[in-house]
């Protein structure tokens, strides 16, 4: 299966400032997902991207957060300024290619916001 | 509000054995159902999926469903000290976003 990639794999980041998170998803897919996981909590649904466009987002997904698509592969999730609370590992994910809905995670991003 | 339960663990089980895993959720709605291996500081691997009541088998991991009791379980047979990780059950809807549990830790004991 091809991979999903993202980088960086380790962002630290002081409160307040902005991040930029990016993910080259598996090719030729309109679908795109964002995660967040807590240390010692759940994967949890952040926003899905489907043809360029935000097709549902969670509550966590405020206004501080932004998705885009830069050019043709890669996306990226802003994080405008952040908080202690967004320390967390950020997945993105996209479906195969087989046509299926399974959802493939990229290694992630950590962030560590002092 | 989308709910998936499953005990946090730990569940030991000795080398070879068969460790059972289960998940139970809360949206009848729900249409696909899969399970995801996680090592610790790592990323959620796809292991299953599993679509339609019933059982389907990969290797050594079975994964069952009952649409009907809204319940999801995984078997792995012949345990290794390798498949000590956690394992996440989840849910959706077509393309929609995935819905975790919290996982269950497994841990093989040689």
């Known amino acids: 299966e091809p991979e999903v990639t993202q980088t960086p794999s380790h962002q630290v980041t002081q409160m307040g400032q902005e991040v930029i998170l990016r993910c080259v998803p598996i090719s030729n897919h309109l679908y795109f997902y964002w995660y967040r996981q807590i240390l010692g909590q759940k994967v949890e649904f952040l926003v899905s991207?489907?043809?360029?466009?935000?097709?549902?987002k969670s509550e966590i997904f405020d206004d501080q957060f932004s998705v885009e698509r830069p050019d043709g592969s890669n996306f990226t999730l802003k994080i405008r300024s952040t908080k202690l609370e967004d320390s967390a590992m950020y997945f993105c994910?996209?479906?195969?290619?087989?046509?299926?809905?399974?959802?493939?995670f990229g290694p992630g991003t950590r962030l560590t916001v002092l | 509000q989308k709910e998936v339960e499953q005990n946090s663990g730990p569940l030991s089980v000795p080398e070879g054995a068969i460790a059972s895993l289960n998940c139970t959720y809360s949206?009848?709605?729900?249409?696909?159902f899969f399970w995801y291996r996680q090592y610790s500081g790592k990323s959620p691997e796809l292991i299953m999926s599993?679509?339609?009541?019933g059982d389907k088998e990969d290797g050594r991991f079975t994964a069952q469903l009952n649409k009907a009791s809204q319940y999801v379980s995984l078997l792995i047979r012949d345990s290794q000290p390798s498949d000590s990780a956690t394992y996440l059950c989840?849910?959706?809807?077509?393309?929609?976003?995935?819905?975790f549990g919290i996982g269950t830790k497994l841990q093989v004991i040689p």
């Open positions: 994910a996209s479906p195969g290619t087989s046509g299926s809905n399974e959802q493939f």
């Open positions: 991207f489907y043809n360029n466009e935000i097709s549902e």
């Open positions: 949206d009848r709605g729900s249409q696909s």
């Open positions: 989840a849910v959706n809807g077509g393309y929609q976003k995935v819905t």
């Open positions: 599993i679509y339609s009541n």
